[in-house]
Each structure stands twice: as structure tokens, then as C-alpha cells.
């Protein structure tokens, strides 16, 4: 059995740096194909969803690279260690 990722298919975890607001978020999410799935116990801090055909690792330097975006990495699996 091929190994698979250790973080859900086409999901991200992003923090918006604090000044950023909603609309500005909305915006930048719709116009990178985004769909906001929840807004995560963090402020500004969401769980996005790709729409697009971009892989994970595309999509995180793309977020990377936006001024707003405090950080963006994929939403890992947490396993308990036995």
C-alpha cells in the first residue's frame, strides 16, 4: 500500500494577520478559488478548502506569498503515538 499524505486532501490551515478583516479574507479567498470550510479557535485563523486544480504544497506558497497571510500549511493528521 503506496504511502499517503500525513494531512487531509485539499485542506489548509491559514492565519490572516490580525489587522486583515472578514471582507478583506473573503476576498482573497474567493479570488484564490478557496472555500472557507470553519473559522478555527485562533483569530483569523481558518480552515480553507482548495476548489481548484492546485496541489496542497501550490496553494500554501501561493498563500505564503500574500502580505496578509500570517502563515498557511496543510491541515495535518495528529495521530496518537502508541
Given at each position: ?11 489548509l ?30 483569530p ?15 496553494m ?8 496578509e ?14
Amino acid at each position: 500500500m503506496p504511502d499517503s499524505p500525513n494531512y487531509e486532501n485539499n485542506e489548509l490551515l491559514v492565519k490572516f494577520k490580525p489587522e486583515v478583516t472578514k471582507e478583506e479574507i473573503k476576498a482573497i479567498t474567493e479570488g484564490l478559488n478557496l472555500e472557507i470550510v470553519s473559522e478555527v479557535s485562533l483569530p483569523n485563523c481558518y480552515l480553507l478548502k482548495i476548489r481548484g486544480n492546485e496541489t496542497i504544497e501550490e496553494m500554501v506558497e501561493i498563500l505564503r506569498n500574500i502580505k496578509e497571510v500570517e502563515y498557511a500549511e496543510p491541515n495535518y493528521i495528529r495521530q496518537k503515538t502508541p
